[in-house]
C-alpha cells in the first residue's frame, strides 16, 4: 500500500510541477504588456527613448529567453524522472502491465517534446521574437501548429498521470476487497478449526 501512496504522490507533484511552469510561463508573458502599459517612472523614459514596439520586443524576447530555459530545464528534470519512475514501477511494485505502459507512454512524450518539438519550436521562437506581430512570416503557423502540438503532449501527460493513478488507486481497493472476503471466510461457523 506504500508503495501506491508514493506512487500517487510522484505523480501528483508531477502533474502540479506542469502547470505551474504553464502558469508561470504565461504570467511572465503577460507582465510585458503590463510593464509597457504602465511603466515605472525611470523605466517610462527609455522606453520613450526606444519605442514602446521595440521596447516591447526587446522585454518579450527576454522573456521567452527565460521561459525557454525553464522549459528545457523542467523536460530535462522530466526525461530523469520519468525514466527512474518507470523502473521504480517495474522493479519496486507489483504493478500490472498496464500501469507500466501508462510510465513508458510519459517517458516517450516527454522524450519527443525535448527532442523533437521543443527545439524546433525554440528555433522558430527566436525567429520571430523581432519580427512584429502585424508583419506576415511564413514561420507563424508553423510556431502555432507546434505550439499547439506541445500543449497537446502536455495535456496526454496529464491524461496519462491521472489514468495512472486512478489504475494504481483501483487496483489498491480491489485487493483491500480481496482481503476483507478472506478474513470473512475464516470466521464462518462451518469452518473446522485446529482447536476444534
Excluded at 4 to 22: D, K, N, P, S
Excluded at 79 to 86: D, I, N
Aim: positive net charge; glycine residues 8%; proline residues 4%.
Amino acid at each position: 500500500m506504500r508503495s501506491r501512496g508514493f506512487t500517487c504522490l510522484i505523480l501528483g507533484m508531477w502533474l502540479a510541477a506542469g502547470l505551474f511552469l504553464e502558469i508561470v510561463a504565461a504570467a511572465n508573458l503577460r507582465a510585458v504588456d503590463r510593464a509597457i502599459r504602465d511603466p515605472q517612472p525611470s523605466a517610462a523614459i527609455r522606453i520613450l527613448k526606444l519605442g514602446a514596439a521595440d521596447s516591447r520586443m526587446l522585454l518579450r524576447y527576454q522573456t521567452a529567453e527565460q521561459n525557454r530555459a525553464a522549459f528545457e530545464t523542467w523536460e530535462n528534470v522530466q526525461l530523469l524522472g520519468s525514466l527512474l519512475f518507470f523502473f521504480y514501477l517495474l522493479f519496486a511494485t507489483t504493478e500490472d502491465k498496464s500501469a507500466l505502459a501508462l510510465a513508458l507512454l510519459l517517458v516517450l512524450l516527454v522524450a519527443l517534446q525535448r527532442f523533437l518539438v521543443t527545439p524546433e519550436l525554440n528555433g522558430l521562437g527566436r525567429l520571430l521574437d523581432f519580427v512584429p506581430e502585424s508583419t506576415p512570416s511564413p514561420f507563424r503557423s508553423r510556431f502555432g501548429v507546434l505550439g499547439y502540438t506541445y500543449l497537446g503532449m502536455d495535456i496526454g501527460k496529464g491524461v496519462a498521470q491521472l489514468g495512472l493513478a486512478a489504475l494504481v488507486m483501483s487496483r489498491s481497493r480491489r485487493r483491500s476487497g480481496n482481503s476483507w472476503r478472506k478474513v470473512n471466510v475464516i470466521d464462518k461457523p462451518d469452518d473446522r478449526h485446529v482447536n476444534g
